[in-house]
């Protein structure tokens, strides 16, 4: 497999359903239901494809499948289509422009964990995409793979969309069933977690687009044959969010483990913009803390950038600098990573809502010169040590987390 361009995803890509069967859509749904596959052999599938969730914490799909019980009258699942962190994508990709791929692998995860309703959670400021999702639903209905005895199966499912209201800790998966319940958006204590206990008390799967996505091509190649894919901890295919100073800046496909972080930046985003000299990649999202140029040379994937002290989180690759001797415009990108999560933190729990507005405070003395680098360390290790483990999501000591990295590596930068 080349190292980028159409690889499994966009190779689905499709303007409508038409389209998108001639491309052998839906051809694992057929698969599943037409062949009675068992739900239980279907996440067994997806357990060897080692297929890990997309939108942050990777965690293992078919083994979150696995947690739900196999009884019990109702159970759901919800695509998390609320993709909000600045630097992230990828997700509204595929809502655009392969949401045919995105029912089916929902239909087939739904019957996996025997749910009938499916919802699609939207982010509110993608709420110009729901017509296009809406009419993909609505094609499928028509033609059977949605609604009841699907292909003649026993198997019935609905999607419908929810619209959030605009807030990012929506994207954290209880904040989201508060939110689907009519409730304020604040993260859920844990346990219980919502394969036992999710919407409305019922158990609940809740998986990012781009896993999802991913459900119709393991069925269709074998999960065998997907974890040949990649490197054996980070299977597949990864959609990525490239931005920053780079010069083609877009949404790409890697095969993980396969490319450097350096090869990203200059094969896929065509090397660093005139004039500006590169300072750092932040490899995951602004919750990633970054890497320097000399710590780019390293394959993308789960693994090799957690050995680097970093995550892959949710695939958006920020790629910053300077032009001439302005070094310390960096500040300006570290403040505005922090002033996002002041103003969205839900304000739920003390450590993050005074913390974060802590860490705000210290850089701005910072930028004043009224506080030194070494004693903002100082403060922020405290402040740090004070969240950790303490707050009900990890939105407040992401914040402390990436601050004290950026002002230990760029301390000369910043001074």
């Known amino acids: ?180 319940e009519g409730k304020k958006g604040f993260p859920r204590l844990k346990p219980p977690y919502p394969a036992n206990c999710g919407l409305f008390g019922y158990p609940t799967v809740i998986n990012n687009v781009e896993t999802l996505s991913n459900i119709p091509i393991i069925i269709e190649i074998g999960g065998d044959n997907y974890s040949k894919i990649g490197v054996p901890k980070s299977t597949g295919t990864r959609l990525i969010s490239l931005s920053g100073i780079v010069k083609k800046k877009g949404v790409y496909e890697i095969e993980q483990g396969k490319i450097t972080v350096r090869e990203i930046i200059e094969d896929l985003g065509e090397g660093i913009k005139e004039n500006y000299h590169l300072l750092g990649v932040i490899p995951g999202g602004i919750s990633a803390p970054p890497l320097l140029p000399d710590e780019i040379d390293i394959t993308y994937d789960f693994e090799s950038i957690i050995e680097k002290g970093s995550m892959s989180g949710s695939g958006a690759i920020i790629v910053f600098g300077y032009k001439e001797d302005k070094k310390r415009e960096l500040l300006k990108l570290l403040k505005s990573a922090v002033k996002f999560f002041k103003e969205e933190s839900c304000g739920k729990c003390t450590p993050c809502r005074e913390g974060t507005w802590a860490i705000n405070d210290i850089l701005e003395k910072i930028e004043k010169r009224e506080t030194q680098i070494g004693e903002g360390i100082e403060i922020i290790d405290v402040l740090h040590k004070r969240m950790k483990g303490l707050c009900a999501c990890p939105l407040g000591e992401s914040c402390a987390i990436i601050t004290e990295s950026f002002l230990k590596k760029y301390s000369d930068v910043l001074k």
């Open 1 to 180: 497999m080349k190292k980028s361009e159409t690889l499994l995803i966009k190779k689905k890509y499709a303007e409508n359903i038409d389209e998108y069967i001639q491309k052998g859509g839906f051809l694992s749904l057929k698969k599943v239901l037409g062949d009675r596959i068992p739900p239980e052999k279907v996440i067994e599938e997806v357990k060897k494809s080692g297929l890990r969730g997309r939108g942050g914490a990777g965690f293992p799909t078919g083994l979150k499948w696995s947690f739900i019980p196999k009884d019990g009258e109702k159970k759901f699942l919800i695509c998390n289509a609320d993709e909000g962190e600045p630097g992230t994508f990828k997700d509204r990709e595929i809502l655009l422009y392969a949401p045919y791929l995105l029912i089916e692998g929902m239909i087939i995860s739904s019957y996996a964990i025997q749910a009938e309703v499916s919802y699609i959670y939207l982010r509110k400021e993608y709420k110009w995409i729901y017509d296009r999702i809406y009419k993909a639903i609505k094609e499928s209905e028509e033609i059977g793979f949605l609604g009841k005895n699907i292909l003649g199966s026993s198997f019935n499912h609905r999607i419908k969309i929810f619209v959030g209201a605009g807030a990012y800790i929506c994207g954290e998966e209880t904040a989201l069933l508060e939110s689907m």
